[in-house]
T-cell receptor, first 114, second 115 residues
Framework: DTGVSQDPRHKITKRGQNVTFRCDPI?????LYWYRQTLGQGPEFLTY????????KSRLLSDRFSAERPKGSFSTLEIQRTEQGDSAMYLC????????????FGPGTRLLVL | AQSVSQHNHHVILSEAASLELGCNYS??????LFWYVQYPGQHLQLLLK??????LVKGIKGFEAEFIKSKFSFNLRKPSVQWSDTAEYFC?????????????FGKGTHLIIQP
């Protein structure tokens, strides 16, 4: 078990550029979640996948955000036309479904939009 | 909608002091409860969790939490803290089975332990 990994760990971009983040879940986990965390706040849910199906999206996820999990393994989160307000830590978590579901988090990707 | 309130945003203690961090949640149904910890420069790690049964749950590194259903609380405790407990602590809640809306987190408590 190598844990959840995320790439890149840090990203600096200019306003208006597109960025893409990758998350590799724990191998046997078929649920994958994306969260956003800003300074002084706890993580906030963005979206989640069960296998390759995206089952839920938060209202926080504007039209500029899109997430995919094409083969039910790794996932990507893309932000188009970035804005300064998108600056945050983007966290990925994975789990196995069940009544005692427990999510395990990756190290996050810290995005700074200039 | 679920919500989680952590009463103390910053706590400073001396080594060997006892710790209690408050967590209250708002949710109209059965919940699963979690405490996560984020040490400086590290990712969120699971400290302990409650699903059902004994309301007093024990986690890693000597931490424990008590679920009090009547008070909608899940306070975190440790009888004697160490300098290495300096970290950010997050309380989180979800419906059993997880899924929709994921985990709902509190804003976190930044704990500083002075040697």
């Amino acid at each position: 078990d190598t844990g959840v990994s995320q790439d890149p760990r840090h990203k600096i971009t200019k306003r208006g550029q597109n960025v893409t983040f990758r998350c590799d879940p724990i191998s046997e986990h078929n649920r994958l979640y994306w969260y956003r965390q800003t300074l002084g706040q706890g993580p906030e849910f963005l979206t989640y996948f069960q296998n390759e199906a995206q089952l839920e999206k938060s209202r926080l996820l504007s039209d500029r955000f899109s997430a995919e999990r094409p083969k039910g393994s790794f996932s990507t989160l893309e932000i188009q036309r970035t804005e300064q307000g998108d600056s945050a830590m983007y966290l990925c978590a994975s789990s196995s479904p069940g009544m005692t579901e427990t999510q395990y988090f990756g190290p996050g990707t810290r995005l700074l939009v200039l | 909608a679920q919500s989680v309130s952590q009463h103390n945003h910053h706590v400073i203690l001396s080594e060997a002091a006892s710790l209690e961090l408050g967590c209250n949640y708002s949710y109209g149904g059965t919940v699963n409860l979690f405490w996560y910890v984020q040490y400086p420069g590290q990712h969120l790690q699971l400290l302990l969790k409650y699903f059902s049964g004994d309301p007093l749950v024990k986690g890693i590194k000597g931490f424990e939490a008590e679920f009090i259903k009547s008070k909608f609380s899940f306070n975190l405790r440790k009888p004697s803290v160490q300098w290495s407990d300096t970290a950010e602590y997050f309380c989180a809640v979800t419906a059993p089975g997880g899924g929709a809306d994921g985990l709902t987190f509190g804003k976190g408590t930044h704990l500083i332990i002075q040697p």
